[in-house]
């Protein structure tokens, strides 16, 4: 039909971000080969590796020899969280889900401090963040869980990726942020400015820490901050509860809020992406939301959007639903009505009489033999109703049973009678003015 | 019917435990008048009064100046849990609700140290805690806790109780144990011997101290296990979760459990009364079911009765699957399908060409117009399908939308099409070759 021609093909385009300039697509790629002795180094982005490993391990080594003012310690830890907002409230709620707007001052801050924690610019970032929410799962998701918790942690920029696979988003909005556009223009500048010079000259000028700033609150800052991030597409997407859905791998935990400022509610963030909210109790750690309200009482942020109480709470009885009936179909109910053989009523009479534990409750005909000793209401009650009529009986006419008693009854089926219970039996007796026969002895 | 006469009248007999020999059915019943000023301590129960309330002051008094050695306190203790075990095991679980069978020493030992705990023959207790588990939460209910609280823990014992209010229970296998019948003809000789000169003799005999012995061991122990006891009546009818069935009043809660014994799972135990056990996970306090455990690898107790896990989930099920229903029932779900306004193909493509926001997705027209600058997909994705029949792109062709996006969609329906989709309207126009008038612009 028409609208699937009309729609994008569903594959990245060379003009979108992420693009290697000499990507030839008329070469076979190197993740379309298999891995071997011979060529494992070039399925290997070295840049990324020397980027998120090789520098850390710099600072790490020259951590050593540099001595930690305490001013230097509280400044990384400060920047650590600034930054870390930079991506959360920044690249990730604001720019990939739009779940509200932000003035000039608001966004021009938050791309700053969202490059400073070196995870790409926001235009990279936040179309391979739609693709991701978009083919959650598949194989077009750039960092599914599927290939395993740590390919989804960081091996998905540590290996080569084909620019093909990735899938394709609708970025037109981001194409027209000029905020957006000078971050991803400007990138290199950005990063080196705001990873290492920024924080080096706070402690520098601030109080003379040159060499911490840069180790501290530059490098080794900007590992925990990758780290930490990087949980939100690994660990949210492995550990804790599946409340709204438990089709895809999104999950809800406590811890993985405590590490990603927030984002740990992921479950909910899949079902409802643009909400600007992912912890959605008030006792639910999420000081990105905190943040954002924020600004809007400062007039910084506006149009925050919310799903209504209503859809959330419908997502939830839904999955709730599906878990109890998960649950139901692996018990017992007993044998269904319709596959149970029709017995007379005057049948069901003398079988009962011929010693057979047999009582109609219902219109059914149940076999009570093995139970008479272990009645919770005694062997006397429930041997009164042995070859009557004991629905009233059952049913409040002497004792009103519980759920379980009637669960346990369904389990002791043996018979439907035709015609249904001995009441109906004997009213339509009298309307057809025969005798009742089954009364006789 | 026959089976109705056939029953035994629902309210106790004068032959049945709990009678005053000096009642007189054919006088008004001291309870069937109102209180006032001048008839108020004649609704009071005063030989009870003296027994719970005064006898337990009489001992904390008496504590004032009988020192305590910690023999006679752990001889106490020990002698409590020997009681409160006599009632739990003993009175209720094997008398009462006959959830196992007990070799003679054991059951003598039970009717002894439950005799000790001074709560009435097992004859007496076992008939009323019957009618309490048939008649739970009515008038017929000796304990009832729509009563309050207060009622239900020690009021019924204290006022005043109407013999015919009672409902009646079948007691014939209690009479038939020549145990509980012994018991019973000599309950002053056992209370007084189990109560307070056994304790006594044990201190007395023991470490010389008799008058610990009669006072710690006996009085003070005997308010203790009472107290405790109580609760099953009081607290377990009024704390706690509601797990099986919420139409009465029994709850589980783990504080229950620990003042008495482990019968604090009352909402099980209500539903599953005949079970041995009322902690069914191996992690719940129920050392009442622990005893009665060892006592059948010791050889004195056997057919444990318990009902099946099947049985057991099938109750959990329903009373969850009752909560969702409600929680559902109180949700938006949109307008129901039968209630929306008919409408034809061309008019729902007319009125989107008129700029209204309309979308049929599934055969029904859903008004979009608010919801587009919200789309969570972006703007230009959920436009495409305006005036189109978009039940394959938003079913999967472009976006496998999420319960959370349905649910949604079904809050902005507007109206059914006449005939369905666009795909059956097409096959349907075909079949009668037809032009396709719709197609025609
Ligand atoms: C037909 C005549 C019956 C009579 C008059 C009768 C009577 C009673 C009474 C008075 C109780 C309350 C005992 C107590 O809680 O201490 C009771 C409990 C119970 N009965 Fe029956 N019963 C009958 C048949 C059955 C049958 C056929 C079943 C088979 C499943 C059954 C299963 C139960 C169960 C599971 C309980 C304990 C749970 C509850 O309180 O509902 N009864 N019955
Ligand atoms: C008719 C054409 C539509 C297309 C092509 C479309 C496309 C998309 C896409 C690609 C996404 C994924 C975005 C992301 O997760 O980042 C999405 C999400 C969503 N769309 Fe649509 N959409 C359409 C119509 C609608 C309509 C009519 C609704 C009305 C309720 C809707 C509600 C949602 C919601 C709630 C989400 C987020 C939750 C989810 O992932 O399912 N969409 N849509
Ligand atoms: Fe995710
Ligand atoms: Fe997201
Ligand atoms: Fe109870
Ligand atoms: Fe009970």
Redesign the interface.
């Known amino acids: ?1 028409q ?2 021609s ?2 994008p093909s569903p594959v990245a385009k060379k003009s979108e971000p992420n693009r290697n300039r000499n990507y030839d697509p008329t070469k076979i790629h190197i993740t379309d080969q298999p891995m071997t002795k011979a060529n494992w180094y070039r399925h290997i982005n070295w840049l990324n590796v020397f980027l998120i490993v090789g520098i850390p391990i710099y600072g790490c080594v020259q951590a050593i020899w540099t001595p930690l003012y305490w001013q230097t310690a509280v400044w990384a830890v400060l920047y650590y969280f600034a930054t870390g907002l930079g991506i959360t409230a920044g690249y990730h709620r604001l720019w990939a ?1 739009t779940s509200y707007s932000a003035t000039v001052p608001l966004r021009i801050f938050l791309a700053a401090v969202g490059g400073g924690a070196v995870e790409g610019s926001v235009r990279w970032w936040a179309r391979d963040h739609r693709a991701h ?2 083919y959650t799962d598949t194989e077009k998701d750039p960092y599914s869980v599927r290939k395993g918790l740590l390919y989804s942690h960081f091996g998905w920029m540590v290996m080569k990726q084909n620019p093909k696979r990735i899938g394709r988003t ?1 970025i ?2 981001l194409n027209e942020d000029p905020v957006v556009v000078w971050q991803h223009r400007h990138y290199l500048k950005v990063v080196l400015f705001m990873g290492l010079v920024f924080p080096m000259l706070v402690s520098g000028l601030g109080w003379g820490d040159w060499a911490g700033g840069i180790i501290y609150a530059g490098i080794l800052r900007i590992f925990f901050v990758q780290q930490a991030t990087f949980c939100v597409n690994s660990l949210a997407h492995w550990l804790g509860d599946q409340p ?2 438990d089709r895809n791998s999104p999950r809800d935990h406590v811890i993985t809020a405590l590490v990603t400022l927030g984002e740990g509610y992921h479950n909910f963030h ?5 909400d600007y909210r992912n912890a959605i109790e008030w006792h639910q750690y999420d000081p990105t939301k905190w943040s954002i309200w924020m600004w809007k009482q400062m007039g910084l942020a506006y149009d925050l ?1 919310q ?1 209504r109480h ?6 939830r ?5 599906k878990k ?1 009936d998960q ?2 179909s692996q ?3 007993g044998v269904p009505l319709d596959s149970l053989p029709v017995m007379e009523w005057d049948d069901y009479v003398d079988q009962a009489k011929n010693g057979r534990g047999l009582v109609a409750i219902a219109g059914v005909v149940h076999d009570i033999s093995q139970f008479i000793k ?8 429930i041997s ?2 042995i070859g ?1 009529d ?1 629905t ?2 059952f049913n409040g ?3 009103m049973h ?3 008693a009637h ?2 009854l369904s ?1 002791m089926r043996v018979g439907v009678v035709r015609g249904g219970c001995e009441v109906e039996i004997w009213k339509r007796a009298q309307r057809e003015n025969k005798d009742i026969q089954y009364i006789k002895d």
């Open positions: 039909p609208y699937l009309s729609q889900h929410h978009r609708d037109s909005d709204f859905d899949h079902e409802f992406p643009s959007k799903f209503n859809e959330i709470e419908k997502g009885v839904q999955q709730q639903q109890l649950k139901r018990l017992d109910w272990d009645h919770p209401g005694g062997k006397a009650m009164s109703g009557k004991a009233a009986m006419g002497v004792y519980s759920n379980a669960n346990l389990t």
